[in-house]
């Protein structure tokens, strides 16, 4: 949800009963993300005095890469305002962890392996976002039968999976595999509350998995994009080449205005395979509800078709 997720679309989630989440570097600098965090927490208390109804957590996600260079302000940005979580990719690290715990925040970690899913529980993780195939952004490969399955074996804590689940059917199945949360991104891009152009949202809904394009060549590590907006930037894919190196640091200067060339998520728009059920662009209040009521009709279904081979 790089450049999506703002406090509006957070708030949203969190008074809705559901976790919000946004990554530190959709704010341009530490200072306006300290700004947000605290526009967050006051919409969070205003609606827990206006309804006596408390709001979900809220998280932000931090890359825990080495060519970003904001990470350890951005860390202490989030110690200071005690974000409940934090959920870290692109490297598991024991300090960022142990930093977390001190406050006593939680740290969830993004994998798109078995291999990359020990190293973050080796660092201490309470969490493991399984992200497998089909899913937007830096997706993994790995089908989530398979993923979720070898997770598992060997972790009992928390795993969330992430991957083409767009409706409350999608989460009840990602629980029958195993997962005790669902992911959602791309279905939450296109809502009221989403930062995304209002074009990037409607090709959303205009479109479908076949539309999906798994390539390296925007960022150097292989993530799904809407075919059409590459198309759109002058990507040719039969001739483009991966850039020899990844620095996400770079990403950092994705909103600048400046630039007249196609700019990888400003302009260059992912999206996951689970498009093809997702057709309008509602409110996240309305989205939260429907997907509830989803849920519960599946959870009905299901124990309904499995009564037979109950004893």
Known sequence: ?????????????????????????????????????TT????????????????????????????????????ECCVQHRVPLIVTSLGAARNVVDKVHAYGGIVFHDVTTTYHARKAVDAGADGLVAVSAGA?????TTNPFALVAEIRAFFDGTVLLAGAISTGRDIVAAQALGADLAYLGTRFLATQESRAPSNYKMLITASSAADIVYTSVVSGVPANFLQASLAAGGIDLQHAQTPQHV????????????????????DLWSAGQGVGTITDVPDVASLVARLEGEYRGAVTAFVAAAAPYQR
């Not at 997720?5 to 704010?27: E, F, H």
């Not at 967050?40 to 609606?47: D, S």
């Not at 994705?254 to 007249?260: H, V």
């Open 1 to 37: 949800m790089f450049l999506i997720s703002g406090p509006d679309l957070v708030a949203a989630c969190c008074t809705a009963g559901i976790v919000g989440t946004l990554p530190a570097l959709n704010q341009r600098t530490t200072e306006g993300l300290s700004d947000w965090l």
């Open 40 to 75: 967050i927490k006051e919409r969070c208390a205003e609606f827990e005095t206006r309804t006596g109804t408390s709001a979900a957590p809220y998280g932000v996600n931090l890359i825990v890469h080495r060519t970003n260079p904001r990470l350890m302000q951005d860390l």
């Open 136 to 140: 937007g952004g830096h997706a993994g």
């Open 247 to 266: 620095d996400f640091g770079t990403e950092l200067d994705a909103t600048s205005a400046s630039e007249s060339r196609a700019r990888p998520w400003r």
